[in-house]
């Protein structure tokens, strides 16, 4: 069974996930990623174990999780595109240290900082179960988010 096909027809959205632990921030964009409980709410994200996000956030707390506004390709690009080994991603773009020092893009459409309950081991990917415990306020109008086929043409920074 090939499950490509099934995939390729879907467009969802994909979101800059942002780590702080013992003084080192990464970041890297994810496309699996879902909201999974609405009482208690509870989000999910996943990490490739080959990426630096991944090894930073396994010693953290809290992650950070950001919507792109459509248009951000570029963001979408640096922490897409990019790998933290060889990159300070967050050179030349606006954040701030939130809980955790988990560094927030202040230039998105939305974000929450997740508290990690749990760890979930599926192969390449490690999913992170965050418990919101902090959420940013939206912006003013309901903007067109980056979805994956805006970055389907990206070369990762690392491989999955």
């Known amino acids: 069974m090939d499950l490509d096909g099934f995939t390729d027809a879907l467009d969802y959205p994909v979101y800059v996930v942002t780590a702080a632990a013992d003084g080192e921030r990464a970041g890297c964009l994810v496309g699996f990623a879902s909201q999974c409980s609405i009482d ?40 897409g595109g990019e790998s933290g080994d060889d990159t300070d991603k967050f050179a030349g773009i606006e954040w701030t240290a939130k809980r955790g020092g988990t560094p927030v893009l202040t230039d998105c459409c939305a974000w929450f900082i997740g508290r990690v309950a749990e760890h979930i081991d599926a192969g390449d990917h490690v ?34």
């Not at 509870?42 to 999780?65: C, D, E, H, P, Q």
């Open 127 to 160: 999913g992170f179960l965050l418990v919101p415990v902090e959420v940013g306020p939206p912006g003013p109008v309901r903007p067109s988010l980056v979805r994956f086929s805006d970055v389907a043409d990206l070369s990762p920074g690392h491989p999955a």
């Open 40 to 79: 208690p709410p509870r989000f999910m994200v996943w990490l490739s174990k080959a990426n630096r996000t991944y090894r930073i956030a396994r010693r953290g707390s809290f992650l950070g999780v950001h919507a792109l506004r459509g248009g951000q390709d570029g963001v979408a690009e640096l922490f």
